[in-house]
């Protein structure tokens, strides 16, 4: 990108991404940091960087670096071009079916093991514990879509706070994020057995890009 918009000689320094968005599996299982449930309860924690970087991308963008970036029809933006870069090497047909492929199954392992008997009995023990704390909900996700909390707006009640940490806290008592860390796993694997050429595929696609990466940083 910084390349592309240089050649264009359009400035380009955008502030670097957020290390909280580099992890794809952040909140995978709900909330699971005491400290987040403390100070922000099921409010997203504030991110200095991640809010620098979204000032920087929806208010500062001057509209010579937007026609830069986005290109038209005949002129590929910057955008494009650096994905292509990255991209090179694998069908563009390839890249969506694996896309797909993988988005598909890694949903189906996530919602076949929240089903599991051992999920469900470490839903119903983290459910008793936070009984026991003054606090009735059948399962985290219920507690965390509570209509009592407005995750929209920017204030967070104490009450929010309290029972977020004592999911934080029930949920460590009856390991229910290592439960189903393991169900899902199992679930992957299970459903991996019946795409084994497919995914193979997607490993061999992977390095490639891999391979592009090096490339560009190197």
Do not use: I
């Amino acid at each position: 990108m910084r390349a592309c918009m240089k050649r264009r000689g359009v400035p380009w320094n955008p502030p670097p991404v957020a290390r909280t968005d580099t992890d794809p599996s952040t909140g995978r299982y709900g909330l699971t940091d005491a400290d987040d449930a403390r100070a922000s309860g099921y409010h997203v924690p504030e991110d200095p960087a991640r809010a620098r970087r979204n000032h920087y991308f929806l208010d500062e963008l001057t509209a010579r670096q937007e026609a830069a970036l986005d290109g038209d029809r005949s002129h590929p933006g910057c955008q494009a071009q650096a994905t292509a870069v990255l991209q090179r090497g694998v069908p563009r047909q390839r890249q969506q079916q694996q896309r797909l492929l993988v988005f598909r199954l890694g949903s189906q392992a996530m919602e076949n093991s929240r089903r599991t008997p051992g999920v469900r009995a470490a839903e119903k023990a983290w459910s008793t514990c936070m009984r026991e704390r003054g606090h009735r909900y059948p399962s985290p996700g219920a507690a965390e879509r509570s209509t009592r909390w407005d995750a929209d707006s920017g204030g967070v009640t104490r009450r929010e706070r309290e029972v977020a940490l004592a999911d934080v806290t029930c949920k460590e008592e009856v390991s229910l994020v290592r439960v189903w860390a393991r169900a899902e796993a199992a679930e992957q694997r299970r459903l991996m057995k019946g795409y084994g050429p497919q995914l193979a595929a997607v490993l061999d696609a992977n390095a490639v890009r891999r391979a592009n990466a090096e490339r560009v940083l190197s």
